[in-house]
């Protein structure tokens, strides 16, 4: 199975602050990554898919880049209802497999 | 707009079953894939099963293997999942995701439906 890890797992920012948080995979998947974001209670949603393409509806203060084994996603902004838990996904193989999770708290 | 409204959790013994149903709305069902993910109590997202829009093929995780079984009926929108065998590591909220782009990338989601095992 490819194992997938972020990092940090938690981090605390202020509003307005830019935000960067990794995710690695055990061998190289390509593209074949997204990110989803999940607040408490909520299902999770996608923002984006093969590494770097938006999901319609999501603002363009994310972004996502990488290939093959590392990727990023970055908030240029943090906005309040941005903090939440992001998940790394690999797609390119069953089982498909996530991240632990990164938390993102208020400063 | 697209729904996925998952049903049947609840409180079983462990080594009991249940059935959770997934009812979909608002997009063409015979033309996607589908999934369920589950999340423990504090936990992150782990997959659990797909099927795609044919039902064949279906995959699996290990950790069901030989006791869950996906299924879908494209007349009555709906995906199932049959859990049986259950045990308290089964506890968890269960999700419907469909599957796009690769298949294997969750674009819709339902608000899950919560499986205790105790």
């Known amino acids: 199975d490819i194992q997938m890890t972020q990092s940090p797992s938690s981090l605390s920012a202020s509003v307005g602050d830019r935000v960067t948080f990794t995710c690695r995979a055990s061998?190289?998947?390509?593209?074949?990554l997204n990110w989803y974001q999940q607040k408490p209670g909520q299902a999770p949603k996608l923002l984006i898919y093969?590494?770097?393409s938006f999901q319609s509806g999501v603002p363009s203060r994310f972004s996502g880049s990488g290939f093959g084994t590392d990727f990023t996603l970055t908030i240029s902004s943090l906005q309040p209802e941005d903090f939440a838990t992001y998940y790394c996904q690999q797609s390119y193989s069953t089982p498909c497999t996530f991240g632990q999770g990164t938390k993102v708290e208020i400063k | 707009e697209v729904q996925l409204v998952e049903s049947g959790g609840g409180l079983v013994q462990p080594g009991g079953s249940l059935r959770l149903s997934c009812a979909a709305s608002?997009?063409?069902?015979?033309?996607?894939?589908l999934n369920w993910v589950r999340q423990a109590p504090g936990k992150g997202l782990e997959w659990v099963s797909y099927i795609s829009r044919g039902s064949s093929p279906i995959y699996y995780a290990d950790f069901v293997k030989g006791r869950f079984t996906i299924s879908r009926d494209n007349v009555k929108r709906s995906l199932y999942l049959q859990m049986n065998n259950l045990s308290d590591e089964d506890t968890a909220v269960y999700y419907c995701?469909?599957?796009?782009?690769?298949?294997?990338?969750?674009?819709?989601w339902g608000q899950g439906t919560l499986v205790t095992v105790s």
């Open positions: 608002g997009f063409d069902f015979t033309i996607y894939s």
């Open positions: 995701a469909r599957g796009d782009y690769d298949d294997l990338t969750f674009d819709n």
């Open positions: 093969a590494a770097s």
């Open positions: 061998q190289n998947i390509k593209r074949y």
